[in-house]
């Protein structure tokens, strides 16, 4: 039989949560390498050596050197390019802000819509859902008169919907993103 061993511990990539050795699938491998060489050095080593500082996926030692040149080139550029998607949906994430209106309705009624959420990869639907057993009232999907979805809620819960969303956000990581919340008047019936 052989030795018993503990639970072998693995490493998961600060930027894009992939273990060191799939980096290279990910859009971001310029700032991976650039996290694995400052958090864990000896793992970078033996990764990347560093008489090859390129990414090659495929065996080289049968392409002339001008192949090999092209292909890395075009690999780089591969790159760069997923990198700047990357940076520029994580800045449209950043730009953009959830707005939680608070309309008053006839007497004491409240409605809150809730908008921006479609920019951040959350279920609306599920969402929805939760809000509406989580603070036991009506909730539901629809779409706003721009065609985007909102979130509806009956009752005057303009604080805790905000709360959770700001909890739910700094969740994904997403702490720099406002959640600004707005009060609408309803049409109020003027005095003679």
């Known amino acids: 039989m052989g030795e018993t061993t503990g639970p072998k511990e ?6 894009c949560s992939f273990p060191p050795e799939y980096c290279e699938f990910g859009g971001t491998v310029k700032r991976c390498k650039d996290w694995l060489e400052k958090a864990h050095p000896s793992l970078y080593s033996q990764l990347y050596p560093s008489n090859s500082d390129s990414v090659n996926t ?9 192949k090999q040149e092209e292909l890395d080139r075009k690999i780089q550029k591969q790159q760069a390019k997923e990198e700047a998607k990357a940076e520029r949906e994580l800045q449209k994430k950043l730009a953009s802000k959830v707005l939680i209106n608070r309309n008053a309705r006839s007497k004491r009624k409240v409605v809150i819509t809730i908008q921006g959420l479609e920019v951040f990869d959350i279920d609306i639907k599920k969402l929805s859902k939760t809000f509406a057993s989580r603070f036991a009232t009506g909730a539901s999907v629809t779409k706003s008169a721009d065609g985007k979805d909102e979130i509806v809620i009956q009752g005057d819960l303009g604080d805790e919907v905000e709360q959770y ?7 994904k990581g997403l702490t720099e993103v406002k959640v600004e919340q707005i009060e609408d008047k309803g049409k109020k019936k003027k005095s003679a």
């Open 10 to 15: 693995v490493i998961y990539c600060g930027v």
């Open 165 to 171: 969303i700001t909890d739910l956000l700094e969740e």
């Open 58 to 66: 495929l065996p080289m030692s049968s392409l002339s050197l001008e």
